[in-house]
């Protein structure tokens, strides 16, 4: 599994406006790990893909196109990490 952490600047509140109209048009069965932080001058998802490939693949193509169709801005940053480890609820899910 792999995580990575986009990090979007501009008003939280239309980010998240944005954010949440992106979300309600991905299958809930899609996300095995997902999250998204209001900061104070943006906001931060941690989002999971199985693998690095498969990360490189969705986040260079439909994922960067289901942002712009929402008017979500080019984020500021994107890093990707190997998990180690994932608990949801006392369950390892890694």
């Known amino acids: 599994m792999h995580a990575s952490i986009w990090r979007f600047q501009g008003d939280p509140d239309d980010l998240l406006r944005r954010y949440d109209a ?13 999250l998204c932080l209001r900061g104070q001058d943006g906001i931060v998802f941690i989002d999971t893909c199985p693998s690095a490939e498969i990360f490189e693949a969705f986040a260079a193509g439909p994922f960067r196109q289901l942002l712009a169709a929402h008017g ?23």
């Open 22 to 34: 992106a979300l309600a048009s991905v299958p809930a069965a899609n996300m095995r790990l997902h």
């Open 72 to 94: 979500l801005p080019e984020p500021e940053r994107v890093d990707d990490y190997p998990v180690h480890r994932a608990l949801v609820d006392g369950t390892d899910r890694a």
